[in-house]
């Protein structure tokens, strides 16, 4: 008689969710990657410009350049604080699959535990059932001499 899980069927359920919600954390965290990484260009970008700006003063520069300089960089800290948000709610939303994955994985854990419990007491009646068969092969042989 081989040993069968009653709760087999749920166990490779939950394994299943644990797998997708593996892969949508894998997914949100690259996401977030690549939004934080935009943002990090937006910023250092800011930076270039403000840079460019304050050499072209020292330098002295028309009103209309540093009028054009102006707008360039108010939009591109429009940019950066769209950017911020999606960055945003692009973490909050791995954070959020983090902890899905978390649930999941402690869940199926609890299967995997249960099934290890009770594989262990199928070994162990199987020990016993294997000592009384000798048991009584004992008693058997005893009572034949």
């Known amino acids: 008689m081989s040993f069968d899980f009653t709760l087999q ?8 969710e644990r797998q997708t919600s593996q892969n949508q954390y894998t997914e949100a965290m690259d996401q977030f990657e690549r939004v934080a990484t935009e943002l ?4 250092k970008k800011k930076e270039n410009l403000e840079e460019a700006g304050r050499q072209k003063v020292a330098k002295g520069i028309s009103i209309y350049e540093l009028q054009s300089s102006q707008s360039q960089l108010l939009r591109m800290q429009q940019a950066i604080h769209e950017q911020q948000r999606t960055t945003q709610r692009a973490r909050e939303r791995m954070t959020i699959k983090q902890q899905d994955m978390v649930k999941h994985s402690i869940e199926f854990k609890k299967y995997e535990k ?3 419990v009770k594989f262990e007491q199928y070994k162990q009646e199987q020990t ?10 004992a008693i058997q042989l005893f009572q034949k001499r």
């Open 9 to 16: 069927k749920v166990m490779n359920l939950k394994e299943q």
């Open 114 to 116: 249960l099934k290890q």
């Open 128 to 137: 016993r059932l294997e000592n009384e068969q000798m048991d009584d092969i």
């Open 40 to 43: 990090y260009d937006l910023l």
